[in-house]
């Protein structure tokens, strides 16, 4: 059935349904007409039974002075099915009547009869059923046995039956048309969906599915669908952003780097103007590098969990590493970059190259982001349940919008006081991917023109801490 379309799977559904429901139908209301039935005629006999000992009693009063047997006989040519009961003494021998024939005697069972017994037997060529009830006649206790033909109830039975089994296909098949086009009608707007999704392609991401009027699982679906739409739309609209500011950068620098190299080897220059164009040179390859590292890193943090190594690391001279790397950048730039550290060594278990990754994007950040003659500070501290690691800056600082937004990648704050050019928005969206990794927390609090204070959190879980000869403070 998987290989059917959902509109065949309905109609079979609504068709399987529907026969054991009429199965179901079928067996409990036979079964309900023929109880009906034999209690009817169980009824029958009783009624019988009643007016036989009536008539016995009406004889006795009026003092008829015929033998029992031929009162009997009487009673049975005056009535109908008469002849279908017989009377048998408590020993089970035949008091009445004695001349039927073998083939329609009533075979006695072996009960007693002190309850009253009902039971199936064949006379007079014809299914009947026998009621067996010790009864008082004419002051003696006698088996009395009443049968009542059951012909016309099996002809009811069967007539019934035989119905049954003709409506069935033709519902069946009333079932199965209907249940085609109740399934068409509710997959209507299933096939408009499926024709609008068709359409939608990477160059019209604006395109929504028609949403159905009626509040049904369609229409959620549908909705959710949109949703989905337009977080794709989003998504490839800052990745296409992404891309032209990529090639732009890409570009800039290259020509910067090819036209300052080119006028170098035209032109005659002093050593300190050939030393300032290879610094130029050294700017734009920087620049280069650090966007590639952030494609990089990028395309690494979608299968992180296969790539990342941890081990232990001392975060201490971690941050000593990070610090001296940028230390010239920020020197040139007029920035004071200092550093302080514990007495002692703090381990944690990471991946070293990553954690670097994480801290070059901090530092960074902050030189980009401090004026001349402003403080950038890195620290290392210790809580009860964490390793901290902070950086902090007397930059431009941040609003409250953008410090909600600053993770999320590509996203980029109009932040006029850089003093370099915009960014691609992915830097500290990569150092919050790098910090989830590591189960730590990523913070930061600023103010406009107040700085910014950055703090990863690890937590004492993946700390350790070893006894290390001291590192002094910077």
């Given at each position: 059935m998987r290989d059917f379309s959902v509109r065949a799977q309905l109609t079979l559904w609504y068709?399987?349904?529907?026969?054991?429901?009429?199965?179901?139908?079928g067996v409990l209301s036979y079964g309900a007409l023929r109880?009906?039935?034999?209690?009817?005629?169980?009824?029958?006999?009783?009624?019988?039974?009643?007016?036989?000992?009536?008539?016995?009693?009406?004889?006795?009063?009026?003092g008829t002075p015929s033998p029992l047997t031929e009162q009997l006989r009487k009673y049975a040519i005056a009535t109908h099915e008469g002849n279908l009961f017989e009377i048998r003494n408590p020993d089970g021998s035949l008091l009445f009547p004695l001349d039927v024939n073998k083939e329609d005697r009533i075979s006695p069972g072996s009960d007693s009869c002190e309850q009253t017994v009902y039971f199936f037997q064949t006379l007079e060529n014809k299914p009947a059923m026998v009621m067996c009830h010790l009864a008082l006649l004419n002051g003696r206790q006698e088996r009395l046995y009443i049968g009542g033909a059951l012909d016309e109830e099996f002809y009811m039975l069967q007539v019934y039956r035989n119905a049954l089994l003709l409506l069935t296909p033709v519902?069946?098949?009333?079932?199965?048309?209907?249940?085609?086009?109740?399934s068409r009608k509710a997959l209507k707007s299933v096939d408009r969906m499926t024709r609008a999704a068709v359409n939608i392609g990477i160059g019209n991401l604006s395109a929504r599915l028609p949403v159905p009027s009626a509040q049904d699982e369609i229409q959620h679906l549908a909705v959710a669908w949109n949703q989905l739409l337009g977080r794709l739309e989003?998504?490839?609209?800052?990745?296409?952003?992404?891309?032209?500011?990529?090639?732009?950068?890409?570009?800039?620098?290259?020509?910067v780097i090819l036209a300052t190299a080119q006028l170098s080897l035209h032109q005659r220059?002093?050593?300190?103007?050939?030393?300032?164009?290879?610094?130029?040179?050294?700017?734009?390859?920087?620049?280069?590098?650090?966007?590639?590292?952030?494609?990089?890193s990028l395309a690494r943090s979608e299968t992180f969990s296969h790539e990342v190594a941890f081990q232990r690391i001392n975060i201490c001279e971690l941050v000593v590493n990070g610090c001296r790397r940028v230390e010239d950048l920020a020197e040139s730039t007029g920035i004071m970059?200092?550093?302080?550290?514990?007495?002692?060594?703090?381990?944690?278990?990471?991946?070293?190259?990553?954690?670097?990754r994480l801290l070059g994007i901090l530092l960074?950040?902050?030189?980009?982001?401090?004026?001349?003659?402003?403080?950038?500070?890195?620290?290392?501290?210790?809580?009860?349940?964490?390793?901290?690691?902070?950086?902090?800056?007397?930059?431009?600082?941040?609003?409250?919008?953008?410090?909600?937004r600053v993770?999320?990648?590509?996203?980029?704050?109009?932040?006029?006081?850089?003093?370099?050019?915009?960014?691609?928005?992915?830097?500290?969206?990569?150092?919050?991917?790098?910090?989830?990794?590591?189960?730590?927390?990523?913070?930061?609090e600023s103010m406009p023109l107040n700085g910014s204070v950055f703090q990863i959190r690890f937590p004492a879980a993946a700390g350790l801490q070893a006894a290390m000869p001291k590192v002094q403070t910077v």
């Open positions: 068709l399987l349904v529907t026969f054991t429901g009429l199965l179901l139908f109880f009906a039935l034999f209690q009817g005629k169980k009824s029958h006999l009783q009624g019988r039974e009643q007016r036989l000992t009536q008539f016995l009693k009406e004889n006795k009063v009026e519902l069946l098949s009333l079932s199965a048309i209907s249940g085609y086009f109740l989003t998504a490839v609209s800052r990745l296409s952003k992404f891309s032209a500011d990529v090639s732009h950068d890409l570009r800039t620098s290259i020509t220059h002093s050593e300190e103007e050939y030393r300032e164009d290879l610094n130029k040179v050294v700017m734009e390859c920087r620049t280069a590098s650090t966007l590639l590292d952030a494609l990089l970059l200092d550093w302080h550290l514990p007495d002692e060594a703090m381990y944690i278990e990471g991946d070293e190259l990553l954690l670097q960074d950040n902050a030189i980009k982001f401090t004026p001349a003659h402003g403080e950038i500070g890195a620290a290392v501290s210790r809580t009860e349940s964490e390793i901290v690691v902070t950086v902090r800056d007397t930059g431009i600082g941040m609003s409250e919008d953008v410090r909600q993770f999320e990648r590509y996203y980029q704050a109009d932040l006029r006081e850089r003093k370099t050019q915009a960014g691609n928005g992915l830097g500290l969206a990569i150092a919050r991917w790098i910090a989830d990794a590591h189960q730590a927390e990523l913070t930061v």
